[in-house]
Every structure is written in structure tokens, then in C-alpha cells.
């Protein structure tokens, strides 16, 4: 046990997550090979097999399950411990790790980066994008600093700091841009397109079409608004989007923009992190300025 090293504990936490030798060893950035012999010694060294290898996943034993916990608290708060130092320094230096869910980040982050690269010359941006709940986790478990998300949350454990509201607009085919527009009892008669499950915009989407998710949806579902709006512009139906995404969205497909009348549906963008983050002095002032890039203030 007196030669159990954090790199091996990082390997092991890699691939406890991702569940297979080649996607663990491209997260941290070595060979396969290497990263089977850290885990094999790490094995060695505890004197119990930590995961059962199959020919396509790997996953953890009943020891494995029990210390997975244990090893991410052990490296989340080594990464506190960096953070405690570079929080004691003037701005925002080193890794930070971002995390942005899909119906954001094409939208948000190519103006950003550069504003980014501008007011913190010694940072290093990495980028996460996934969905909601994964955030969550992730950043629970250290391996995202903070993340740009649809709130509110109600994470305990998180602090929340909104940013700007943003209403949702309907997208038809460009046929039926001088229709008026529907209101949500007439939506909910029409084929509306959403994200596939695991989207919190596809919850917020359903909420104001106030459409049941228990009906089947065959058909219905995409992957990215991208997908959704080319499935508008070929007639399949109609869908909703954020406004922020309208411009990249509709430049390539024959579709039209609808504004819903008084209240509109919106939602809600802000930035979250750990309440226990050194960091969190210096995320206030970079989530102020992402507020100032996505409101153009």
C-alpha cells in the first residue's frame, strides 16, 4: 500500500468512469498499454482485483465498487488543494475545465473562447460538452471546475449564478411563415420534433407544449437542434429552438421563425460550481463575463 501513487489513482478513476481500457487511456492522455500496467500494479500493490475484463468493458469488482468513492474524494480535494494556491493569485491561471450543455455551446463558446484567451492570458480552457445530469456528476465529482448550464438546479451543493433569459421560438417550414402562430393548446396537436431524453431543453420544450412523455415519440426525437431544424425544413414538423441558436441554425435549411405571444417560454442560463471551490471568487468574475459576452453589454 506504501506505493499507491495519484497518477494511478487518475487512471483508475478514468477508467472506473468510462467503462474501457482505450477511451480511459485517450482521457488521460497515454497509451493503452501504459495505462493496463498502472492498473494491473495497482492491483498488485492492493492485493485485489479492482475490475472484470471483458472483451469489450471492463467493470468494477465489489472492492472496485467500494473504493471508487473513496479514490474521488482523495483526488478532488488534492485538485482543491491546487485551487486553494491559484486562488491566492491575481485572476484566473491554469487548467480550468468548463462544462456547457449541447444547446449552448455552438452558440456561446466561439465568441467566448476568444474574450476568454483576452482577459486571462495564463489560462488553459478545456472544454466539456454533455448533458445536464452528466455535468452534475461530473462536476461533483471534480472533474469539471464549473458549467454553463439551464437553471435553476436546486443542487445543494452547488452554487448557482444565473446570467441571462433567452425565450424559445417555434421553427416551421418556410411554407407556413405567414401562418399565425400557435399557442400551446394548438401545439399539441401538431408533430413537434424535441431532443432525444437526457436534454433539459427537451423537458422544457415538453412543459410548454404541456405534452405528455409517456406517449410513444417514434420518429420524433433528435439529437441536436441542428438535426431537428433540417428535419423542419423537410416537412416532418415543427420544433422549438432557443433564440440564440436561430442564427446558426436556420441559415441552411427553408425554414421560418415563430414568436410566441405574452408570456413567452424561456428559460433561464447561468453558470454553476462547487459551493466548497477555492475558485469560487474568481468564477464569479468569469461567469460576469460570460454574461457579458452573451448579452453583448
Not at 101 to 114: Q, S
Not at 197 to 209: I, K, N
Amino acid at each position: 500500500m506504501n506505493n499507491l501513487t495519484l497518477k494511478q489513482l487518475r487512471y483508475f478513476e478514468a477508467l472506473s468512469r468510462h467503462g474501457h481500457f482505450g477511451r480511459a487511456a485517450d482521457a488521460c492522455a497515454i497509451s493503452q498499454p501504459a495505462l493496463s500496467v498502472q492498473i494491473k500494479e495497482l492491483e498488485q500493490n492492493l492485493g485485489t482485483p479492482l475490475f472484470e475484463r471483458g472483451p469489450r468493458h471492463v467493470r468494477l469488482t465489489a472492492f472496485g465498487e467500494d473504493w471508487a468513492p473513496r479514490v474521488r474524494d482523495i483526488l478532488r480535494a488534492v485538485d482543491e488543494l491546487g485551487d486553494m494556491a491559484r486562488a491566492a493569485q491575481a485572476g484566473l491561471v491554469g487548467r480550468l475545465r468548463i462544462g456547457v450543455i449541447p444547446t449552448i455551446a455552438p452558440y456561446l463558446l466561439p465568441g467566448l473562447i476568444g474574450h476568454l484567451s483576452r482577459a486571462y492570458a495564463g489560462l488553459d480552457v478545456h472544454i466539456r460538452e454533455t448533458v445536464t445530469p452528466k455535468l452534475i456528476e461530473e462536476l461533483a465529482g471534480g472533474l469539471i471546475d464549473t458549467a454553463i448550464v439551464a437553471l435553476p438546479l436546486a443542487e445543494p451543493g452547488f452554487e448557482e449564478v444565473p446570467l441571462f433569459d433567452e425565450s424559445l421560438v417555434l421553427v416551421r417550414p418556410i411554407s407556413e411563415a405567414d401562418h399565425p402562430v400557435p399557442t400551446p393548446d394548438a401545439l399539441r396537436q401538431m408533430r413537434v420534433l424535441m431532443l432525444e431524453e437526457g436534454h433539459c431543453f427537451r423537458d422544457q420544450a415538453l412543459s410548454f407544449c404541456n405534452l405528455q412523455t409517456t406517449l410513444p415519440r417514434e420518429g420524433l426525437d433528435g439529437s441536436s437542434l441542428s438535426t431537428l431544424v433540417q428535419m423542419v425544413g423537410a416537412g416532418i414538423g415543427v420544433t422549438l429552438i432557443p433564440e440564440m441558436a436561430v442564427p446558426v441554425e436556420t441559415r441552411s435549411a427553408p425554414v421560418s421563425i415563430g414568436r410566441f405571444a405574452d408570456p413567452q417560454p424561456h428559460r433561464t442560463v447561468g453558470m454553476i460550481w462547487r459551493k466548497t471551490n477555492p475558485l469560487a471568487g474568481q468564477l464569479r468574475d468569469l461567469a460576469a463575463l460570460v454574461q457579458q459576452v452573451a448579452t453583448g453589454t
